[in-house]
């Protein structure tokens, strides 16, 4: 009966050992330090190393990937338990070497990349020497690919790539961007555009701004516009084949969307936590928060549903690690995507309440946590794509009824029950 809910207890040292380091040493980082992509800026180089060589000696350094790239090869299953810790703080996944969108731009380097591309860029990227970006939405449109419009045309030996992109996080601190561009125009929708590899500081690329979210300062944003004005790039830049742009995309898409998930995990306790907290402490009516019914039963729901998420992320982990086929969990993975910002929205929105003015105020991390809530319903694509994605696949599992009734018709059944038992029981149809 290999059905279990329990940790080897090898494994759960590592975690009590990543639970401490992340609340000690790295919890702080996010309060002194500004991004942390800035991997060049000489104050996050001073405080972020050395924390990266303790995770190096402890051999649990990028445990995303598996031993031919440097990594342990822990799975899905392991990797969910520990990204549910380092998802509390903002610095843990660079500490851990484990952050998006890196963790997903060098998966299609090791997946599609020639020898030179990995040493070029997959190298410096897993040692998080260099940052990178993945460039593939479009100002007029995003969550349907098949509608981008930036163009890449061969002359020679490059490619002459012209048009725009929209949030693409990270650029400004990235080395090098992955863009996702037409190439063959005339082509079905899905080999019509490839994949680029493209160092940021090449001729053309402009960041016309930077995007914050909700109410960020202008300076601090993160989701660059980038205007592709004939930027060359040779054609040994092509990642993976010409025309194969959609089928890198997805290779990419689905882990970052789960490791997304297990982040968030960590996000929702943390509000969780503070909630608990917070109606421990305060007091109103002669009474703690605590005692108040309508208390208890946010604490409930909360609880109720952070566990829920929790169980499907931990679930679909191990569906991968069983199948090691992302096909095969593409509902999981839509479902659990289209969960996590529900979640999260309102676990975080009774926090906050729970809070009073405080809770609102830039005091308490809620408010951000509300953006990040909304974050994850557009990122790697909008709820109501997701949806979709799960309701075809179930779907699939099951056949429509020829017959004038439902099959769950309940006079139907009588007579089919009793044409099968009828007689042991001398019962005719119309006679009970
Ligand atoms: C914080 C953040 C970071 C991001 N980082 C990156 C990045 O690094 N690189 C990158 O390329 N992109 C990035 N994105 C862009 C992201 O992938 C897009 O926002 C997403 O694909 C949706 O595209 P859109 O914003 O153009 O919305 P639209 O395509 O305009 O959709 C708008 C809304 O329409 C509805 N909708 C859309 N399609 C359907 C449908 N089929 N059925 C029903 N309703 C639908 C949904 O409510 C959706 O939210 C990021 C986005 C955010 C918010």
Redesign the pocket.
């Known amino acids: 009966m290999a059905w279990d809910f329990e940790t080897e207890p090898e494994f759960q040292k590592e975690l009590d050992w990543i639970e401490q380091f992340v609340r000690e040493e790295v919890e702080p980082l996010e309060h002194v330090l500004g991004s942390q992509y800035d991997v060049h800026n000489p104050r996050n180089q001073k405080l972020v190393r050395p924390l990266q060589a303790e995770v190096r000696k402890r051999k649990l350094w990028a445990c995303h990937l598996g031993p031919e790239l440097g990594g342990p090869g822990y799975g899905q299953l392991k990797l969910a338990l520990m990204n549910e810790i380092l998802g509390r703080a903002r610095f843990a996944s660079v500490v851990f070497g484990t952050q998006a969108?890196d963790t997903g731009n060098a998966e299609i380097l090791a997946h599609y990349g020639t020898p030179e591309q990995k040493k070029q860029f997959l190298e410096p990227l897993l040692n998080n020497e260099i940052v990178s970006?993945?460039?593939?939405?479009e100002p007029h449109?995003?969550?349907?690919p098949k509608m981008f419009k930036c163009r890449a045309e061969l002359k020679g030996d490059f490619w002459v790539i012209n048009g725009e992109?929209?949030?693409?996080?990270?650029a400004r601190f990235s080395s090098f961007l992955i863009v996702m561009v037409v190439t063959d125009p005339e082509a079905p929708p899905h080999q019509k555009m490839s994949m680029f590899l493209v160092p940021t500081d090449t001729p053309g690329v402009k960041i016309v701004r930077n995007v914050g979210?909700g109410t960020e300062h202008e300076e601090t944003g993160e989701?660059a516009y980038i205007r592709y004005e004939d930027v060359r790039v040779p054609r040994e830049n092509l990642l993976g084949q010409r025309g194969q742009g959609f089928e890198v995309a997805q290779t990419r898409l689905g882990g970052g969307r789960i490791h997304h998930a297990m982040r968030t995990v960590g996000q929702v306790r943390k509000a969780f936590d503070m909630m608990c907290e917070r109606v421990l402490s305060r007091e109103t009516q002669g009474e703690s928060l605590a005692n108040k019914q309508m208390v208890q039963e946010q604490i409930a729901d909360s609880w109720i549903e952070m566990e829920q998420f929790r169980l499907l992320v931990l679930r679909t982990a191990w569906r991968i690690d069983k199948y090691k086929d992302y096909r095969k969990v593409l509902k999981d993975i839509a479902a659990i995507k289209a969960l996590m910002p529900k979640v999260y929205h309102d676990v975080v929105y009774r926090a906050l309440r729970l809070h009073g003015a405080l809770g609102l105020s830039n005091e308490m991390p809620f408010s951000a946590q509300m953006v990040e809530s909304?974050?994850t319903?557009?990122?790697?694509?909008?709820?109501?794509?997701h949806k979709?994605t799960v309701a075809r696949r179930v779907l699939r599992e099951y056949k429509g009824t020829d017959g004038l009734f439902p099959s769950g018709h309940l006079v139907s059944r009588r007579e089919q029950a009793i044409a099968k038992y009828g007689k042991l029981l001398e019962l005719e149809v119309g006679n009970l």
């Not at 449109?141 to 349907?144: E, P, R």
């Not at 319903?377 to 794509?385: I, K, N, Q, W």
């Open positions: 969108p970006c993945f460039s593939m939405t449109a995003g969550a349907d992109k929209w949030f693409s996080s990270n979210l989701h909304f974050m319903s557009l990122a790697d694509g909008p709820t109501e794509v979709v």
